[in-house]
């Protein structure tokens, strides 16, 4: 018996596009511009909590305040994960909605929704042990 193979083109779907590296002071002012499209960003998680969440600017103990913010959708894979490191300096990437940015919304808003957490740094190191 022989069989014949029939070859059709096949369409590749496109690769998603890279993340778009930025601040949080750049998203703030013009969040139309990123709405929708993957962000990287970086800065500080001082608090996580069920209903506040935020990447801030600085740390919350800098003379100057923690800065600008964005509010971190609710995930409890990430809150799991930052959680006992708190307040720690982070990098992620993360889908940006300017919904709440541009009108207010209570608790937590879901500016970002974190894609892919790319580093953590705790600010305190881990407790020694002999």
């Known amino acids: 018996m022989i069989w014949l193979a029939m070859f059709a083109p ?6 998603p596009a890279p993340p778009v590296a930025t601040t949080i002071a750049a998203i703030r002012s013009d969040p139309q511009k990123f709405n929708g499209r993957t ?43 930052i959680q006992p490191l708190l307040p720690t300096y982070v990098e992620f990437d993360a889908r940006f909605d300017s919904g709440c940015v541009v009108q207010v919304c209570l608790d937590r808003a879901p500016d970002l929704t974190v894609v892919s957490l790319r580093s953590v740094v705790s600010t305190e190191p881990p407790p ?3």
């Open 39 to 81: 962000v990287r960003l970086q800065g500080w998680v001082n608090s996580c909590r069920s209903l506040s969440c935020a990447i801030d600017e600085r740390p919350a103990s800098d003379p100057e305040g923690a800065g600008e913010h964005l509010s971190i959708a609710t995930d409890a894979k990430f809150d799991q994960t």
């Open 128 to 130: 020694f042990e002999n």
């Open 10 to 15: 096949i369409e590749l779907a496109p690769a």
